[in-house]
Each structure stands twice: as structure tokens, then as C-alpha cells.
């Protein structure tokens, strides 16, 4: 369990009583729960990996379907730039998880954040929100892929019928075997390792990025070929208007959810102050480039009125004669379910074992397996559960679900940002690189200071006098939670000149 810091002094605890255990704040990052006797997760993961992650977390089947709906109701042409506008919308949010989870390099995602800097209620809050959002929306994704994956083999009722949907009359259910078997698959790639599966998941994706390509290629091909019929109409660019554009970029900004998966996985990152902002940045700006060509050429193709709401890409290339698209558009939307399945099922085992860690679940969930260095309890438990959900329910009424949680948590990493960035600096965690330049200033010219007042500096090293400034008393951590009337009591005046001298060296020669 973490280490936890009331957010007001003692003086004030009376007039708290019982909610003071709500806005109580995490004081020690979970990541360093091994010092008490918890198994770690394994540091695999660098840019690469990441990439992979957000980028197959993030590009969804939904990108094949938001071109028709969007551009027939609310942008027409501009779609090109609704997905532009709700690009840079998410890249906010995106900075926002790249700092904190830089800073505060630990699993659970938003649930953390929320935990070190607002308060133990909301971060409760946050991590049932986004266990209620990658359960409902993995199974979700579950079950949209088999009608997908029936269209490779001939039809929707061609899949074998051990896998294809059954109703059951009694109950007035349809069962899904293939959801749950995928489910079931996509656990135990998780459960081997998360280098295994995030390179499987690598595969995957490159698989629908090549489909988009694809797109992007041929339809260019044809548009040019052909005169881009598309953007040649008398209504203009814009003819739903300039409030059309922006309606449709709230309504293609959920294609960028995804990439939040990227910062729950930081407590594996190799070295999460560089690799996590440039994985983030990375994957998001791969999207936005991938959503916003698609779009230019599919609109240019044919006119936005003419478009087919359900499969607007196929029918696009099946106007100019390539049927046979279809099979690789296909392709490319069961290989982004299945990337965005494995996207929404990753991040939950995280979830649930730093809310184990930290007290708020049983301790059943924190096991981490000692070969695989993944929480497998957890996992297995994620995937029991998504497996059930998509085999018995048809969860699309509950999806809407899914977009609550991701404001939610996206609204609550915001503020926890402001907070890092206006809370007097007591009660704000340091970035691992500033506090260990900061000792290691401090420590260097407390020896200098030893020899010039003729002191033995190993001998007082020994003794613990060359202890860092800044260091907390009994907590070994490495981005700790500074208190500052108690490090102002213990300085002497050439300390405090000694640290203020330190930040003007660490701001003007960073490490």
C-alpha cells in the first residue's frame, strides 16, 4: 500500500472527521511498492513499443464508418479538417498524460494522477470509471469483430458454427463464441509478457496501417485519374457550414481515444521521462496524418451526399469498378478490432493492481507473476470478465458508457496538471533526473565545505552528513513529495545558498 499525506495539517483535522480519508493524497509512487515486498513489472517497453501500443490502441474499425456518417451529416468536404481540429484536441489531452506520466512513472493511468495530486475519493472515482470503460468497450470491440471476420469467408452466416452467433430462444439472447474465444486469446498474449504481446500487437497493426495505406494510394491513383468528382460541387467546402465542421470534430474525436493506453504502461517503460512523451506524441501525430488522408481521398472520391453510411470506403472504390477492395478494407477494419481489443484490455489489469497496491481492492489483484513479471491475476480476471460480457450481452447500448469514462478521465489529468503546476512545491512530486541533480550538487558542495573547514569527508560520509538536502526522513523513494517546512528546518543558511545555487545551475545546464 502507498504512502499517504493529508492534504491539511493537523490543526484543521477535526473540522475534516471522516472525510479527511477522501481528499487524503498518495505521498510515495506505487512503482516502489518493492520495498515492501511486491514483485515489480518487467521494464521492457521503449519507443518503438509504444508506438505500437497507441497507434493499434487508438486506430479503430470506427475510422471506416466515421467517414460516411460525418461527412453526409455534418462536414461534407471539410471532413479533412474536422479531423484536423479534433487532432489537436486530443494532442492537449496528450501533453497532459506525457507530463504526468513522465513525472509520476507508475501504473494506473489516470487512476494515479488523480491519486497524487487531487485525492483519494476521486482517484476511486477515476479507476472505477476507466474499469467500467476498457471492460465495456473491449467487449464491445469483442463482438464487432465476427460480422467483420464473416465477410472473408463469404458472408455473415460463413464463419463455422462453433463460432458463429446463435440466439437463444429461451432466453432471447445471441450468443457470441468467437468474442469470447478471441478475448480468451487476446488474455493469454497478455499473460506471457508484455514485450510478447505488445510485439504481437505490432504485427496486427502494421497490418491495418498497410490496409489504410492502401487506401490512401489507390483512391489518390483514382482521384487523379479521374478528376477528384468529390470536392467539385456547387455547395463549396463547407456546406453544413462552419458549425457542421466543428460538430463533426467532436464527433471524430473519439477516434483518437486510445492513446491514454500508452500511460498506463509507464511503470514498464525503460526510461519513462523520454521514451513516454515521444511514444505518445508519436503515435497520436501517426494517426492524425493517417485519419486525415484517408479522408481527403474517400471525400474526393465520391460526393459526401452519395456516400454509404455502413461501408462508405468499400462502396467508394466499388463505384470505379475494384469490388475486390473490399476484401482488403475488410482485412484492415478485423485487424484494427483486434489491435483496439488488445488496447482496451491491457491497461485494466494495471488498473486494478495499482488500486491494490494502494488499499482500494483486495490484494489478490497486485500479484505480479514472478516469470513473466505481468500481473496475471489480474489479467485472467479482466479477460473472464470481458469474455462474459461479450459472449451473453450485446453491450452496443452501453458503449455510450465508454465516452463518460474517457472525459471523465481525460477532464481529471487536466487538472491534475494545473495542480502540479500552481501547489506550492510541498506538496508536488520531482522528477527523478531534477531531484538527483539537485543531490548530487548539493552533496559535492557539502564536501568541498567539509575539506575547507578541515573535516575528513569519508568520515563524515560514514555517519550519514553528506545525506542529500532535499532527502525525506525514513522514506527511500525517488520522486518523493517534498515537505518544505520540515526541509527548511533542517538547513542551515549555507545550505539553503548552497540549494538555491543548485536550481540556477540545474535551470541553466540541464543534465
Given at each position: 500500500m502507498g504512502f499517504l499525506v493529508d492534504s491539511q495539517k493537523d490543526g484543521f483535522g477535526s473540522s475534516w472527521g471522516g472525510l479527511k480519508s477522501f481528499v487524503r493524497r498518495k505521498q510515495v509512487d506505487s512503482a516502489h511498492t518493492k520495498r515492501l515486498g511486491h514483485h515489480q513489472l518487467a521494464k521492457e517497453l521503449t519507443v518503438r513499443h509504444l508506438i505500437a501500443i497507441g497507434v493499434g490502441s487508438t486506430i479503430g474499425a470506427g475510422v471506416y464508418i466515421l467517414v460516411g456518417t460525418v461527412a453526409r451529416e455534418h462536414s461534407g468536404p471539410a471532413l479533412t479538417i474536422s479531423f484536423l481540429i479534433a487532432g489537436i484536441a486530443a494532442a492537449l489531452s496528450a501533453f497532459c498524460y506525457a507530463e504526468l506520466a513522465s513525472r509520476c512513472p507508475s501504473?494506473?493511468?489516470?487512476?494515479?494522477?488523480?491519486?497524487?495530486?487531487?485525492?483519494e475519493g476521486v482517484a476511486w472515482l477515476i479507476g472505477w470509471a476507466l474499469i467500467l470503460e476498457y471492460t465495456i468497450g473491449g467487449a464491445a470491440?469483442?463482438?464487432?469483430?465476427?460480422?467483420?471476420?464473416?465477410?472473408?469467408?463469404?458472408?455473415?452466416?460463413?464463419?463455422?458454427i462453433f463460432l458463429?452467433?446463435?440466439?437463444?430462444?429461451?432466453?432471447?439472447?445471441?450468443?457470441?463464441?468467437?468474442?469470447?474465444?478471441?478475448?480468451?486469446?487476446?488474455?493469454?498474449?497478455l499473460c506471457v509478457g508484455i514485450k510478447e504481446s505488445t510485439l504481437a500487437q505490432a504485427i496486427?497493426?502494421?497490418?491495418?496501417?498497410?490496409?489504410m495505406i492502401f487506401v490512401i494510394v489507390a483512391g489518390g491513383y483514382l482521384g487523379f485519374k479521374t478528376g477528384w468528382a468529390g470536392y467539385e460541387l456547387p455547395t463549396g467546402y463547407f456546406p453544413f457550414g462552419v458549425d457542421g465542421m466543428l460538430a463533426g470534430s467532436a464527433t471524430v474525436f473519439f477516434a483518437y481515444i486510445?492513446?491514454?493506453?500508452?500511460?498506463?504502461t509507464a511503470e514498464e517503460v525503460k526510461n519513462p521521462q523520454r521514451d513516454l512523451p515521444l511514444g505518445i506524441a508519436t503515435a497520436l501525430s501517426i494517426c492524425c496524418g493517417l485519419y486525415m488522408l484517408v479522408s481527403v481521398v474517400i471525400v474526393g472520391l465520391v460526393p459526401y451526399y452519395e456516400m454509404d453510411p455502413d461501408t462508405p470506403i468499400s462502396s467508394a472504390f466499388a463505384s470505379y469498378g475494384m469490388q475486390w477492395a473490399a476484401y482488403i478494407i475488410t482485412v484492415g477494419a478485423v485487424t484494427a478490432l483486434c489491435s483496439t481489443l488488445m488496447g482496451s484490455i491491457l491497461p485494466q489489469p494495471r488498473i486494478l493492481m495499482a488500486m491494490a497496491r494502494d488499499g482500494?481492492?483486495?490484494?489478490?489483484?497486485?500479484?505480479?507473476?514472478?516469470?513473466?513479471?505481468?500481473?496475471v491475476k489480474s489479467t485472467v480476471t479482466t479477460g473472464i470478465v470481458a469474455a462474459t460480457l461479450s459472449f451473453f450481452m450485446d453491450v452496443s447500448q452501453l458503449a455510450g458508457m465508454v465516452s463518460v469514462g474517457t472525459l471523465l478521465a481525460f477532464t481529471m489529468v487536466a487538472i491534475s496538471v494545473l495542480i502540479l503546476r500552481y501547489v506550492p512545491p510541498d506538496e508536488v512530486p520531482l522528477p527523478s533526473s531534477l531531484q538527483e541533480s539537485i543531490d548530487s550538487v548539493t552533496l559535492r558542495y557539502s564536501r568541498d565545505s567539509q575539506v575547507t573547514s578541515g573535516e575528513n569527508p569519508e568520515m563524515s560520509t560514514s555517519t550519514g552528513s553528506s545525506q542529500p538536502l532535499l532527502s525525506?526522513?525514513?522514506?527511500?523513494?525517488?520522486?518523493?513529495?517534498?515537505?518544505?517546512?520540515?526541509?527548511q528546518a533542517s538547513l542551515s543558511p549555507l545550505s539553503k545558498i548552497q540549494i538555491i545555487w543548485a536550481w540556477g545551475q540545474f535551470a541553466t545546464c540541464p543534465p
Open positions: 501504473a494506473g493511468s489516470a487512476y494515479h494522477y488523480s491519486y497524487i495530486c487531487v485525492g470491440v469483442a463482438r464487432g469483430i465476427s460480422p467483420n471476420l464473416a465477410l472473408l469467408f463469404g458472408g455473415q452466416n460463413s464463419l463455422p458463429a452467433r446463435q440466439h437463444i430462444p429461451g432466453l432471447d439472447i445471441v450468443v457470441d463464441p468467437c468474442a469470447a474465444v478471441l478475448v480468451f486469446v487476446v488474455t493469454g498474449l496486427v497493426t502494421s497490418a491495418n496501417v498497410c490496409a486510445g492513446f491514454d493506453s500508452v500511460a498506463s482500494l481492492l483486495p490484494s489478490f489483484f497486485s500479484d505480479v507473476n514472478k516469470r513473466s513479471q505481468v500481473p525525506k526522513k525514513n522514506v527511500a523513494i525517488d520522486c518523493p513529495i517534498i515537505e518544505k517546512q520540515e526541509a
